[in-house]
């Protein structure tokens, strides 16, 4: 696809040290635990289902995000992976409306406990206006005609993505790591 053809998104992988995400990580042992949604290049806004109060990790659902606030700007040791996905301008332009279909409807959404449990052994769960980070992330981008997947959109975990051939990594590392710039991540591709 020229440039003209298709747009970018980029999808955040990371791994705080909250309570939640350490306990993904010891019943899992996969290297990330949360999953976003990036339009711009600068992850200035990023989109995802987590705690919508820093305090109340239980009061979850769809969030916009960003890289220097909420919990990733208070976890200064996370570690984290930005993938690059290059889409055509009909999937970009419906991956935009999805994700204003959520701001629509906001106080619907809801975090996936349930579903969240159910990933671990197997079973496909949907549940209207539920859902986890990365079941959002391959929501938005299967719907949007952007990505497929191999197994149901409720089963996606965040580690699926990086084995994912259509998305090229461009940073790995510390997510306020000296290293890392999303701009100058993506003009220095790993």
């Known amino acids: 696809m020229s440039n003209q053809e298709s747009q970018k998104v980029y ?14 990580h010891s019943m899992t042992g ?9 339009l711009d290049p600068h992850l200035g806004r990023m989109y995802s289902f987590a705690r919508r109060n820093f305090y109340m990790p239980l009061i979850a659902g769809f969030i916009a995000e960003n890289i220097h606030t909420g919990v990733f700007g208070r976890q200064l040791g996370a570690t984290c992976a930005l993938y690059e996905l290059e889409v055509s301008v009909d999937s970009y332009q419906r991956i935009c409306a999805i994700i204003q279909s959520f701001f629509d409807e906001y106080a619907l959404y809801r975090y996936n406990f349930l579903g969240l449990a159910l990933i671990k052994f197997g ?3 949907h549940r209207p206006y539920r859902f986890v980070c990365s079941q959002f992330v391959a929501h938005v981008l299967s719907e949007a005609g952007a990505l497929t997947f191999s197994k149901d959109n409720s089963l996606v975990t965040p580690n699926d993505f990086a084995q994912l051939p259509q998305l090229k990594l461009v940073y790995k590392g510390l997510l306020h790591g000296p290293a890392f ?10």
Do not use: G, K, Y
């Open 30 to 38: 996969d290297e990330f635990t949360h999953a976003s949604l990036a």
């Open 123 to 125: 079973i496909a769960h």
């Open 11 to 24: 999808i955040l992988l990371s791994r705080t040290n909250t309570v939640m995400a350490r306990f993904l």
């Open 181 to 190: 710039s999303p701009m100058q991540a993506l003009s220095h591709p790993i």
